[in-house]
């Protein structure tokens, strides 16, 4: 299972998020924050594996909310996957994962 937070000032992108990220796919929703502050207080006590947060959102907006939550003391444990999370295999050769970009 896949624990995911859902991080976006609308509740209708959440609950659509939620709604298509469903336990039967592999996917749990671990947590709900409606901007980056929330989330920035709630998501480091909550075991995930993944955070899909939007980037424009009142208070705290989501690319500030991912330095913070980076910068952390404690920072998120799937921050940091080891190097065999980051490859893919690609026929007989591996390769790095592409990375996102914003």
Do not use: H, K, N, Y
């Amino acid at each position: 299972m896949i624990r995911i937070a859902l991080v976006d000032d609308q509740a209708i992108v959440r609950a659509g998020l939620a709604r298509i990220l469903s336990p039967a796919d592999g996917f749990e929703v671990m947590a709900e924050c409606a901007d980056g502050r929330e989330a920035v207080e709630r998501l480091p006590a909550i075991p995930l594996d993944v955070i899909l947060m939007d980037i424009r959102m009142p208070r705290l907006d989501g690319i500030d909310a991912t330095a913070q939550l980076r910068a952390a003391p404690e920072p998120l444990q799937s921050w940091f996957s080891p190097p065999s999370a980051r490859t893919r295999s690609c026929g007989a050769r591996s390769r790095p994962a592409p990375r996102a970009s914003c």
